[in-house]
């Protein structure tokens, strides 16, 4: 059964940092990956990793910025966030079984989401 739980978003000043953290369970196989949802807006992908760690791709606003890890020995999805900007702001969640349909990602496992607040 898998099961994902985000923590570690908060508020934090624009060009600050945070880790966002993902603890995940029955996960170890499936590509992973990092959605948002801005205020007011449809949930966006912000990048994903492969099972193993060794791939991955990033949207093209976040490329340079952020950067997805994972630990499947601990069951943990990892999103360092550097740089961080105002327009970052959003509920960003965690996804396992990501699958790409005509371009478009999606996963098929979701966690309940964690706020991220970028002040200007």
């Known amino acids: 059964q898998v099961q994902l739980e985000e923590s570690g978003g908060g508020l934090v000043q624009a060009g600050g940092s945070l880790r966002l953290s993902c603890a995940a369970s029955g996960t170890n196989t499936y590509p992973m990956g990092w959605f948002r949802q801005p205020p007011g807006k449809e949930r966006e992908f912000v990048g994903s990793?492969?099972?193993?760690?060794?791939?991955?791709y990033y949207v093209d606003s976040v490329k340079g910025r952020f950067t997805i890890s994972r630990d499947n020995a601990e069951g943990t999805l990892y999103l360092e966030m550097d740089r961080l900007k105002p327009e970052d702001t959003a509920v960003y969640y965690c996804a396992a079984d990501i699958r790409w349909n005509r371009g478009t990602p999606t996963g098929n496992y979701w966690g309940q989401g964690t706020q991220v607040t970028v002040s200007s």
């Open positions: 990793i492969s099972w193993d760690g060794t791939s991955t």
